[in-house]
């Protein structure tokens, strides 16, 4: 018998092949199959896994990187945490400008894993010095052998997921789908994911979600950025207040906006019904459904693939903090003073 050790070499060889999950409880009054792609299940936790190992593969391939490199990027957080696990692995520097919006549990998480974090303010307009934008280019043109991933103006973002997310979901799905919901940030997934889909069945409707004070749904209807639709909200990772090079309008069917209190409803709802302990885009995407289900768009044919970006364990402080759903004003979040005590 040969003596073989069943091991991967390291963590990046878990990325991707993420599972897809019938949806149960939350689509029970539903019409239509529900199946959700649950991308807690990569290594890193979430969606950006593919796009950190892909475009750093890409740069490696193009000689742009050497051992001890610096790679810098601005992130709402599951970017720089994908990226800070392939920089460690491949032996590099990880820096990232992140948002004041981001949790703390995520910007703690990115330090835990070796990256150099610049918090930058969350409300101010991209071309301003003090953006996260333009922290990260300072920081890519003052320091030596570095690339700047730009997400949100890099195609491979979008290639990634046409490389990987698209032809899983056709496999796992044996070409039945008929509609694809994604959360859209940097559009990366739902486009990259639509572009492979729409080219085996260009019937398959892609159905891009939206944040109120997000400009990218109006975009869409319009193709004019209008800053009046701009404004700030809670949910982090979807929406954008710019037009991002990522997002190709054209794959994309229609986009629909959800509010971060049913979208936060939505999440806690996932958890306890489905046992999943999913993001708040994960509840965006569901909320998303709901309305769409509302609106007449499944039948009973209707086989519906929705994305869940990432895990709940990023969101302790925020969704799944009864405190922090009651100081929005969310209502019937179970208000901490009324957990039991125990008597002794
Ligand atoms: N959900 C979460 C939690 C995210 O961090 C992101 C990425 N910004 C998205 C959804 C949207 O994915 P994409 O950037 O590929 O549109």
Redesign the pocket.
Known sequence: MENKINAHNNVLELIGNTPLVKLNRVAESFTGNFYAKVEAFNPGH???DR?ANFIIEEAEHKGLLKPGSTIIETT????GFSIAMVSIIKGYKCILAVSSKSSLDKIDMLRSMGAEVYVCPAHVAPEDPRSYYQVAKRLHEETKDSIYIN?YFNKL?TEA?YRSTGPEIWKQTNGQITHLV?????????SGTAAYLKEQNPNVKIIAVDAYGSVLKKYHETREFDSKEIYPYRI???GKNLIPD?IDFDVIDKFIKVTDEESAHSAREISRKEGMFV???SGAALQAIKQLDAEGEFDENSNVVVIF??HGSRYMSKVYSDKWMADQGFSNAISTDKIPEVQY
């Open positions: 979430s969606s950006k796009i709402s957080g599951n970017t997400q973002n997921h994604a959360c859209s940030g940097t559009g990366g997934t739902i982090e990772g979807l990522s993001g708040y885009t970006p990432d």
